[in-house]
Nanobody, 116 residues
């Protein structure tokens, strides 16, 4: 079965950096685009970044463009989110997502808190 396991969250000061990882298993990882979403308290879940199956195409939400970088290692079955110049408004639970056919799969999420 599909498993997505996020890690790398934590508490960081404004202006700092974090690197999130999502280890995927149970499907042909190299065949699918992958996404990172986030959900802040009291807000809707929002799409942060998308990467194509090959890694050649990447898209970002306007709010993170120029600060976040999505990448993937198909040999390791892992997708990453490098987050630089973090802001308090980046505080949220970050989720890895696979959309396959008619189904969405989610990890358990990893908390990112940006605060001084």
């Amino acid at each position: 079965q599909v498993q997505l396991v996020e890690s790398g969250g934590g508490l960081v000061q404004p202006g700092g950096s974090l690197r999130l990882s999502c280890a995927a298993s149970g499907f042909s990882f190299r065949s699918y685009a992958m996404k990172w979403y986030r959900q802040a308290p009291g807000k809707e879940r929002e799409l942060v970044a998308t990467i194509s199956s090959t890694g050649l195409s990447r898209n970002y939400a306007d709010s993170v463009k120029g600060r976040f970088t999505i990448s993937r290692d198909n040999a390791k079955g892992t997708v990453y989110l490098q987050m630089n110049r973090l802001k308090p408004e980046d505080t949220a639970v970050y989720y890895c997502n696979l959309h396959r056919t008619h189904d969405d799969y989610w990890g358990q999420g990893t908390q990112v808190t940006v605060s001084s």
